[in-house]
C-alpha cells in the first residue's frame, strides 16, 4: 500500500523492542492536529487536542500500532481504509 502511493518512510521502529512512553505520545499529539484511531473495523477521527495518550493504548494496555504519522494527521491502530484515505 505505501509502495502504491510511493509513500517514503522516514521513521521505522519496533514497539515490541522499543514501546512509546507516555511522553513521546503527549509529545506526537501536541505537533498534530488531528488522530484517528482504528479499534478493529471502526475508525474515529479526532480533535488532538483531545484525546489523552491512554486513549491511544489497546486491551493489553500498550500502544496501539501502526502509529504512522502524516503531516498533522496520526493514525493509531491499523485499518487499511482509514491508511488508503490518509495517503
Not at 75 to 81: A, H, Q, R, T, Y
Request: net charge positive; proline share 6%.
Amino acid at each position: 500500500m505505501l509502495d502504491k502511493h510511493k509513500t517514503e518512510i522516514k521513521q521505522t521502529r519496533s514497539v515490541r523492542k522499543e514501546p512509546f512512553t507516555e511522553k513521546e505520545i503527549r509529545d506526537l499529539l501536541r505537533d498534530v492536529s488531528t488522530v484517528i484511531i482504528s479499534k478493529g473495523k471502526k475508525s474515529t477521527r479526532f480533535a488532538a487536542k483531545d484525546v489523552k495518550p491512554a486513549e491511544l493504548k489497546g486491551p493489553t494496555g500498550n500502544f496501539r500500532s501502526p502509529i504512522v504519522r502524516k503531516g498533522k494527521t496520526l493514525l493509531v491502530g491499523f485499518n487499511p481504509e482509514a491508511l488508503e484515505k490518509a495517503l
